[in-house]
């Protein structure tokens, strides 16, 4: 399942919470692990998902970009850092350092 063609269906199932990602504790469902296989190519169907109403959703959203996101991510995670929910603004900041890692790698 890891042609690109499959991320925005799969993320519109996070995005309607049918990807069972809502378990306290888990967040690594197989549809997410299927838009980390993907990888850069999801990357503007999870970043969608940021806008989500659910926290939960875009801490879902958070935790495959943290392992896919490239700059482009940067600015709308680095938004939810400041947000109310710690568990969001959390996940935000901890995938922006992963990507900015990763920039500085490559």
């Given at each position: 399942l890891d042609d690109p063609r499959a991320a925005e269906p799969l993320a519109e199932l996070i995005a309607t919470g049918q990807s069972?990602?809502?378990s306290h504790f888990q967040r690594d469902t197989p549809?997410?692990?299927?838009?980390?296989?993907?990888?850069?190519?999801?990357?503007?169907a999870v970043l969608a998902l940021l806008k989500e109403k659910n926290a939960d959703t875009r801490v879902t959203a958070c935790g495959?970009?943290?392992?896919?996101?490239?700059?482009?991510?940067l600015s709308a995670l680095?938004?939810?850092t400041g947000n109310p929910v710690k568990e969001l603004s959390e996940a935000a900041a901890e995938a922006a350092r992963s990507i900015q890692g990763r920039e500085k790698a490559s």
């Open positions: 069972d990602q809502f549809v997410a692990e299927a838009l980390i296989k993907i990888g850069l190519p999801a990357e503007g495959i970009l943290k392992q896919i996101g490239s700059k482009k991510s680095k938004e939810l």
